[in-house]
């Protein structure tokens, strides 16, 4: 296991996150027998003499980039010295919701931070938009995400400037977590203006990307990324965008995926809201005016089945009081687990609806409430 | 002929327009037989008791506003000194639209200006909004309306403050025409402070109303006009409106009567915009950005097929150049028709969209130019 989490963290240092070839391969064999067909250049039993071709060169181009590299066994627990930690597919922490991206799913994620991606991208919504963004476009962003977060939703952008910077930092006005994906290392996150930003959002919240610690962004890794965004959540509203923003390529991805595409509109006469009228207009997508619409869209889809959570969590659950609030450590010894279970069950309970934030701790929603 | 023009001119004095009473009776009589009724309390067989005593009530209450009536036989025609004229269901200016509001057709219209009605309401959009408008509300109205009119649309509205008058000048300052449909008599227009305004669309265009010389507006007659500007065009654009605007009403006429919905969305802080949003979000209005979304939903509709063409207006599309230009006169000429009837034909040439104005008088539209 620990060779197949070395095997996929080199990995992102070979290939580009979102490599077809390596997606595909990773779909049939594990990490670590990919890294050695890279080494030996040995390949696979492969049909077509074109598709052996292309491999063979992919394999070749992969093992170029062998050399310099750090050594391997330590690429995880160095990382995880700068406060940095690796999660793979199959690790608790790793989000389902990405599976759906089949061949195109991340080999790995680098996470700093003190959030829970797990927990965190349950009820959760990704709002992007223009780095140009109009004082009103600033305005909503930021009232949307406050009133997102307020109300138990994880808000998920991109970090940027603009529509992404205003979106996590409403979240965090209010004391919210909130998720940033970014195209590059998250020892250097770009731009490096929202550095402080940055910080705010790790403390309590996460920066990740797919990039290993130290890649610089370039355009193209802006566009793998955005389908992370779109994958990594139940939704994706944007909030403003010109023509030709990388949020209308988030946006494709978040269609692409099923998910409910939405779009705040603006004036006829702002550019930056030209991208939004076209995904309500030509793409299907609901117009949102707010939080509010945003909940009534999402919420019924993620409305789990009591019978899908695990003991330890309905055991939480079952320990709240009908209506006042209650604190987590009453909770731990009312149930007499553990702290870690306890919070871990919190944050299921959170992130599927069943319970909110009060003054006192957690209390049940009316959704938990009124559930048999 | 002249006794049912004369009894609808005078039912209109009797009854309020779009009385569901006397809407069905003049479903199955004549005017001048319902007026008869009225004036002798001479009940039709009607099978049911309620009904029965509805209709004595109805024609009772109608017969008491008999006294004191301008001398029937001379409505239309006192009203013809004033430059206004009465149309009536099966004039050739009747517009076929209102005919799809059934039993609420109009009884007859009264029409001050000097546009043709039949011809205005071919390739017509109605463009509706709040009174209260914003800056940005009639900035839009007015670039689309007067977009709309140059690429020869004609756009009917109420008359009113914000929206309405913005988009009839728009039109006006293309020096197009337009239709402003009151809720009062056309010889004493509403609002007052319009008086301008409408001296400057009867001039070319028109000033109609159901409500008969010196009537005056009441909120309900209002919500009563609504439907007949809905009904006299292809569609409607709501710019702007507030949650309670009338224009949602017209809005909402629109759809009854099938005719496409449309709203132009604005900033979701804009309490202006709240109505449009909810149309397009709730009621499957269609967004719209400008002129041109409106002729993309519209013109398809509104194609005529060549057979649907009258004889003589056929033989004067036939006698326009392939591509130049051509004067009225130079058409009267080849096609040895009278003037009226060039005028006319291209009348309906230009509602059907077959042919535009242009500096020599008209040409072929592209669609003219195609058709067989």
Redesign the interface.
């Known amino acids: 296991m620990n060779a197949d989490r070395n095997a996929r963290a080199l990995l992102g240092y070979l290939a580009e996150p979102g490599d077809p070839i390596l997606g595909a391969l990773l779909g049939m064999y594990e990490a670590a027998e990919v890294l050695t067909m890279i080494k030996t250049g040995m390949l696979p039993s492969v049909p077509s003499g074109t598709a052996r071709e292309m491999l063979s060169r992919a394999l070749d181009r992969w093992r170029q980039r062998m050399p310099g590299l750090p050594p391997e066994q330590d690429l995880a627990g160095n990382a995880c010295r700068q406060g940095i930690r690796l999660i793979c597919p199959g690790d608790p922490e790793w989000p389902a919701r990405l599976d759906d991206l089949d061949q195109a799913r991340p080999y790995a994620l680098w996470l700093r931070g003190s959030g829970d991606l797990q927990f965190g991208s349950g009820r959760s919504v990704s709002m992007v938009g223009s780095r140009a963004a109009s004082g009103?476009g600033v305005?909503?962003a930021g009232e949307m995400a406050a009133d997102l977060a307020e109300r138990g939703w994880l808000i998920v952008s991109g970090g940027a400037y603009g529509i992404d910077a205003a979106a996590h930092r409403g979240v965090l006005l209010t004391g919210g977590t909130t998720i940033a994906v970014l195209a590059c290392g998250v020892d250097r996150p770009y731009p490096a203006g929202h550095d402080g930003l940055f910080a705010g959002i790790a403390d309590g919240g996460l920066v990740i990307s797919e990039w290993p610690p130290g890649s610089r962004p370039t355009r193209y890794r802006f566009l793998v990324r955005n389908r992370v965004i779109a994958a990594l959540t139940m939704g994706t509203v944007v909030v403003e965008a010109g023509r030709y923003s990388g949020a209308l390529n988030t946006a494709r991805h978040a269609a692409e995926l099923a998910r409910p595409l939405m779009a705040?509109?603006?004036?006829?006469?702002s550019v930056q809201?030209?991208g939004c009228?076209v995904i309500?207009?030509d793409w299907g997508g609901?117009?949102?005016?707010?939080a509010s619409?945003v909940i009534d869209l999402l919420a019924p889809i993620g409305e789990p089945a009591r019978e899908d959570l695990d003991p330890d969590t309905m055991r939480v659950l079952d320990a709240f009081p009908a209506r006042s609030g209650v604190g987590t450590s009453t909770l731990a010894r009312t149930t007499d687990a553990n702290i870690d279970v306890v919070l871990r069950s919190l944050g299921r309970l959170a992130a599927t609806g069943y319970i909110e934030r009060c003054a006192e701790g957690w209390r049940r929603t009316r959704n938990g409430t009124l559930s048999p």
């Open positions: 009103y305005h909503v705040v509109p603006g004036p006829v006469t809201s030209e009228h309500i207009r609901t117009l949102i005016r707010g619409d």
